[in-house]
């Protein structure tokens, strides 16, 4: 592990770029996609946790103080908003896997993406990485947005602009489905903080039985996309 946390930065953030704005990437699924309406949040970097209903929070594990996470959807796009003191550190990076499809066969441990020397390992084999940190672009490129496996989880598959609250302490951000297979109706999900100081390289597990420091990455939800959005109503694996 790295000491210098802007060296990380700029290492990391050796990626491959689409040559598209975000924009390109946003539409609606088609009218026969089963993904449920859920429901629409306004995100805009203030006051964005309080802003989805209790039943969407999530219960963090290695949390710091003052942590909170929550998920919601619609049929256009994924709502993530992630609350760490992490944050205060310009590039300490919230990453979500994800592993999406019209329906998930028997899971595969695998590993996830390398960020300051630490690479996680996942109890499934993610389709998807969404990535965010407080500073994207350390003078290299972006960081934030959707990364998928091919070359080791270094390239950019979409740019997109996490929401930063006035505090540091809050991130959000709005996903496309269509970037994300285009109508998935199921999904695997594991997240995490990646804090990079010794004996806590790891916060802010979701779910808290998620274990990416040991193989094969210990617990994830198992999401139906066309029922309900509250959590109690997902799969802990």
Same mark, same amino acid.
């Given at each position: 592990?790295?000491?210098d946390?802007?060296?990380?930065? !700029?290492?990391?953030?050796?990626?491959?770029?689409?040559?598209a704005?975000?924009?390109?990437?946003?539409r609606?699924?088609?009218?026969?996609?089963?993904?449920?309406?859920?429901m629409?949040?306004?995100?805009?970097?203030?006051?964005?946790?309080g802003?989805?209903?209790?039943?969407?929070?999530?219960?963090?594990?290695?949390?710091?103080?003052?942590?909170?996470?929550?998920?919601?959807?619609?049929?256009?796009q994924?709502?993530?908003?992630?609350?760490?003191?992490?944050?205060?550190?310009?590039?300490?990076?919230?990453?979500?896997?994800? !592993?999406?499809?019209?329906g998930?066969?028997?899971?595969?441990?695998?590993?996830g993406?390398e960020?300051?020397?630490?690479?996680?390992?996942?109890?499934f084999?993610?389709?998807?990485l969404?990535a965010?940190?407080?500073?994207s672009?350390?003078?290299?490129?972006?960081?934030d947005?959707?990364?998928?496996?091919?070359?080791?989880?270094?390239?950019?598959?979409m740019?997109?602009?996490?929401?930063?609250?006035?505090?540091?302490?809050?991130?959000?951000?709005?996903?496309?489905?269509?970037?994300?297979?285009?109508?998935?109706?199921?999904?695997?999900?594991?997240?995490?903080?990646v804090h990079?100081q010794?004996?806590n !390289?790891?916060?802010?597990?979701?779910?808290?039985?998620?274990t990416p420091?040991?193989?094969?990455?210990?617990?994830?939800?198992?999401?139906?996309?066309?029922?309900a959005?509250?959590?109690?109503?997902?799969?802990?694996?």
């Amino acid at each position: 592990m790295k000491a210098d946390a802007t060296a990380d930065a !700029e290492a990391v953030d050796a990626v491959r770029h689409v040559d598209a704005s975000p924009d390109a990437f946003v539409r609606a699924p088609d009218a026969g996609c089963a993904i449920s309406e859920g429901m629409t949040l306004a995100l805009d970097g203030s006051g964005d946790e309080g802003k989805y209903p209790d039943g969407q929070h999530i219960a963090l594990g290695a949390v710091m103080g003052g942590d909170d996470a929550a998920i919601a959807w619609d049929r256009e796009q994924l709502y993530i908003t992630v609350t760490s003191p992490a944050f205060t550190g310009a590039y300490e990076p919230l990453h979500v896997y994800l !592993e999406t499809g019209t329906g998930l066969g028997t899971p595969v441990p695998s590993q996830g993406k390398e960020y300051s020397g630490l690479v996680p390992q996942l109890a499934f084999t993610p389709t998807h990485l969404i990535a965010a940190r407080r500073v994207s672009d350390s003078g290299t490129g972006a960081y934030d947005g959707v990364y998928t496996p091919a070359s080791t989880w270094t390239t950019l598959a979409m740019p997109l602009a996490a929401l930063v609250s006035s505090d540091q302490h809050t991130l959000s951000m709005t996903v496309p489905w269509s970037v994300l297979g285009g109508c998935p109706t199921h999904l695997r999900l594991a997240a995490h903080v990646v804090h990079a100081q010794s004996g806590n !390289e790891w916060k802010d597990l979701a779910p808290s039985t998620s274990t990416p420091w040991q193989a094969p990455g210990g617990g994830y939800y198992e999401i139906d996309l066309t029922g309900a959005t509250p959590i109690a109503g997902w799969s802990l694996r």
